[in-house]
């Protein structure tokens, strides 16, 4: 997977929304099942190091909302100061099931259809319109 991770392309126009977003004061951070390793390969073969504060990599057998609740603690992040961010119906749920405001994303695993079904707080269809979701929250 290490090798693929640097073939990996990112979404066009996400680069600058979360340039944009970290320029206003958030913090980012990514949860993952993936390795830290891989993700942060990703990140400095994108230029985005810099941007992300954190890195929870956690392949965790209780769930996603488990390794939600244990990233707010590890991190000592209220979730009252989140925005979850994902592309898949089980962010929505894990989210929802946290008490976490949830955006989910459609260029990403699930389609708009299945994404609208799993009832986020709010949905995007580009990356331009992260920040004013964000805003707006």
């Known amino acids: 997977m290490s ?7 990112m979404v066009p126009g996400i680069h600058n929304a979360f340039k944009e977003i970290h320029n206003l004061g958030f913090r980012l951070g ?5 390795s830290r390793d891989n993700v942060k390969t990703f990140l400095e073969s994108n230029d985005l190091t ?25 991190e000592k992040i209220s979730k009252q100061n989140v ?21 989910a994303v459609t260029w990403g695993l699930n ?3 299945i994404l609208t079904s799993a009832q986020p707080n709010h949905i995007i269809d580009a990356p331009e ?9």
């Open 83 to 103: 925005i979850y961010v994902g592309d898949e119906t089980r962010d929505v749920e894990a989210s929802k099931k946290a008490g976490i405001p949830v955006i």
């Open 50 to 74: 810099d941007v992300f504060d954190f890195i929870y990599s956690e392949k965790n057998i209780f769930g996603k909302k488990t390794a939600l609740k244990r990233l707010l603690m590890h």
């Open 111 to 113: 389609n708009k259809q």
């Open 129 to 137: 319109e992260l920040l004013a979701c964000i805003k707006n929250m």
């Open 3 to 9: 090798h693929s991770i640097l073939q990996m392309k």
């Open 30 to 34: 990514v949860l993952t099942s993936n």
